[in-house]
């Protein structure tokens, strides 16, 4: 089952500018994760931010984590041509049941 | 409409013993087909994927191989696992441009 919800479903933006994505969820978490996806190809991990953190960063990618709305957010700065994809959050909580995904964000950048 | 199926939903092994896990598709035909593995805590891993029957890509080097013996059949395979080799494996497929969906899941517990 699916319970990540991202906003919007479809961005596109201008080479340059910086992309915001958002994730909402409805459980409690331990963990929730974004992932990219190439047209075609398969999930690629991007980052994990675990349900004690606020906010996290890696290269050009912030993602920040706010519990008490669940909600999430991934914003990518200085976009690229390349980071043309659909980016997905995922939501791991106590169970034995793995990662639940999101439908998520069709991301284009225009050079 | 598209159903995906995985079996079994879990198994426990032990260490040297072979390993198949199944993945099969149901009401789209030439999908991609992708295999995913998820230790606890962690992102989730992309293992194999295939674009057509009798191709398939390996993501990462491992103690695991995979075949695509039919359109809508994923097969998962090892010959001897190791204790490394537990985790939540994910089985997905899409078309060439839609969004992934997985399958129920199996956990594997090597002992």
């Known amino acids: 089952s699916q319970q990540g919800e991202e906003d919007p479903q479809a961005l596109s933006i201008q080479e340059g500018e910086n992309a915001t994505m958002n994730c909402s969820y409805k459980?409690?978490?331990?963990?929730l994760q974004w992932y990219r996806q190439n047209s075609g190809r398969g999930l690629v991990h991007l980052i994990l931010?675990?349900?004690?953190?606020r906010e996290k960063h890696s290269g050009r990618l912030r993602v920040t984590l706010d519990t008490s709305k669940k909600s999430s957010s991934l914003l990518i700065t200085a976009s690229r041509a390349a980071d043309t994809a659909s980016y997905f959050c995922?939501?791991?909580?106590?169970?034995?049941?793995?990662?639940?995904f999101g439908k998520g964000t069709h991301l284009i950048i225009q050079p | 409409s598209q159903t995906i199926h995985q079996w079994p939903a879990t198994l426990v092994q032990p260490v040297g013993s072979p390993l198949s896990l199944e993945c099969t598709v149901e009401g789209t035909s030439n999908p991609n087909l992708y295999w995913y593995r998820q230790a606890a805590g962690r992102g989730l891993q992309l293992l194999f994927y295939s674009v057509g029957i009798g191709q398939i890509s390996s993501e990462v080097p491992q103690n695991l191989s995979a075949s695509r013996p039919q359109d809508r059949q994923f097969i998962l395979s090892s010959k001897k696992l190791l204790l490394s080799d537990s985790g939540f494996y994910l089985c997905?497929?899409?078309?060439?441009?839609?969004?992934?969906?997985f399958g129920p899941g199996t956990r594997l517990t090597v002992t």
């Open positions: 931010i675990r349900s004690n953190e």
């Open positions: 997905a497929w899409s078309t060439q441009t839609s969004e992934q969906y």
């Open positions: 995922a939501t791991e909580g106590g169970g034995a049941d793995g990662l639940t």
């Open positions: 459980t409690s978490i331990n963990n």
